[in-house]
């Protein structure tokens, strides 16, 4: 069974960084692209980036590129999110994903995780 576990989140002060983890189980994980998608209260999912199997090949949102930086680290099965300079239109519930592949890196993701809050106040 699949699982993918998030974790790094919390709350900061506007122009802070946090650093998100995403654990995966249960698949070939360099053969997965994994990607980070975000939804805030009342509004739809959104993209934010992601990142091929192998390469790697990253892509980013408009809103957070320059800003944020997706790695991965095939050996511990993980992948993670730099977020630099934070804003309030940062917050939001952080989902990790993954799916098969290294194309479409935007779409099509079928496996999620549980969720890290990401909350920028001052």
């Known amino acids: 069974q699949v699982q993918l576990v998030e974790s790094g989140g919390g709350l900061v002060q506007p122009g802070g960084s946090l650093r998100l983890s995403c654990a995966a189980s249960g698949l070939a994980f360099s053969r997965y692209s994994m990607a980070w998608f975000r939804q805030a209260p009342g509004k739809e999912r959104e993209f934010v980036a992601a990142i091929t199997g192998v390469g790697p090949r990253t892509t980013y949102a408009d809103s957070v590129k320059g800003r944020f930086i997706i790695s991965r680290d095939n050996d511990k099965n993980t992948v993670y999110l730099q977020m630099n300079s934070l804003k309030f239109e940062d917050t939001a519930l952080y989902y990790c994903?993954?799916?098969?592949?290294?194309?479409?890196?935007?779409?099509?993701?079928?496996?999620w995780g549980q969720g890290t809050q990401v909350t920028v106040s001052s």
């Open positions: 994903a993954a799916k098969p592949g290294n194309f479409a890196l935007r779409v099509g993701y079928g496996t």
